[in-house]
């Protein structure tokens, strides 16, 4: 085994300190210690402080398999599951050790690149959906690093890969059968961007509507966007979320409502009923009103957590997809019905595919939704960076095959596994 010391002899001996399609909204080991090396060690002033970044590159064509561990939380949940990370990325991978020991991963990768390891629809649908989402991705992604357009322009900003920005996954692991259409539809769209006074759009979409798409002035409270103005919605029927159903035990939602810090202990409920954006909540002489959204959330979390095995129910990503719902009160249980999973601005992914089965093409679905703006031509930037992970304890990196780099040194064969604490350790050439 191969040991590469990136940190000083004596920062070495320091001991370390104690201490969730995916959801389209927009559209979400112990650390082993460093051993002294066999060999000769890389140059490295010995009075240098710990250097706080580790950049591995992947061999020129490859790519790193990344396997991430997070620190041990305690958990109420029935199940409680130690989260992981396990991902295939393409490019640059920095890893950064945070001032709380923990640490955070940053790919740099070319943009297009980038966009193949978009994974926010299903890669077996229809063609010109496809293309749809993928041009609504590419704009939306520049849109949000505020790209310029400008030769020469630095780099944009970092763009995050969850659902608070586009769901990025890399490449598919283990690997997709189909994935290679959603790669179709990416280079077949390459440099279309939908544009507004000629800078790209803010293309934000999501999965399935309630029978119309709203103003983004209505849900986000931003100033309103004239190719973000509402649409009637009628070819997502085929959503799971387009109508749904969920009877909650009166029981199960005082257990979920007192967890999430929204109900008394030991209070039974008897009613539940909804008043305008309040639901209302009441049993053996107490009455709490919360808006729909602090529900849900309370819900969302505990259910599936208390009780994995009844929620969410079959077919429902969640167990409240939407506040656009209904609520009566039954014998024994809350009632609800609802439409629509996601914010509800922009375009609606189920009803692009719809609207593919119906021939339309990927043109026509974006300017129906982006208040009738059509592809054009953009300059993009090489590269991007991507957020892809934070508060990792440890990582192990796997390049796929020689070539691999490491702060611009040839890397060894094998792994390489980097944990976080009072500095950053890296140890490579590990089986």
Partial sequence: MVALLLVALAACTRAAPTGSPSSPVRGRAGSPQTPRPTSSPAPTPSASPAPEVARISAPGGGSLLVRGTYPHVRSRCVHPERPKLLARYPGTLAVTRS????????????????????????????????????????????ASTGWSGAQGAPLPTPICATTSCQVYRGLPVPPESDIGRWYRAVRATAGEVLLYEGRPADTVYFSTSNGHTYGNDQVFGSAPLPYLRPVVERDDGASPTSRWHVRIPFADLATFLHAGG??????????????????????????????????????????????????????????????????????????????????????VQWGAYGKALRGWSASQILAYYYGGLRPERYPEPGLIHVRVASGLAAVRIRPSGSGARLNGHPLPPGSITITGGAHLDVTTGSP
């Fill in 262 to 347: 929204e109900w008394p202990a030991g209070r039974p409920i008897s009613s539940v009923r909804l008043q305008g954006g309040t639901i209302v909540v009441s049993g053996d002489g107490v009455s709490r009103s919360t808006d729909v959204d602090t529900f849900r959330d309370a819900v969302n979390a505990w259910a599936p957590c208390l009780e994995p095995g009844r929620y969410p129910p079959d077919s429902l990503p969640i167990t409240i997809p939407s506040h656009w719902l209904t609520v009566s009160s039954g014998p024994g249980a809350v009632v609800l019905n609802g439409r629509g999973w996601g914010h509800g601005v922009g375009m």
């Fill in 99 to 142: 001032s709380d020991g923990s640490l955070s991963l940053t790919l740099t990768l070319p943009f297009e690149r980038y966009l193949e390891g978009i994974a926010e629809m299903p890669p077996s649908w229809p063609m010109a959906a496809l293309e749809a989402q993928a041009i609504a991705a590419r704009s939306y992604a520049l």
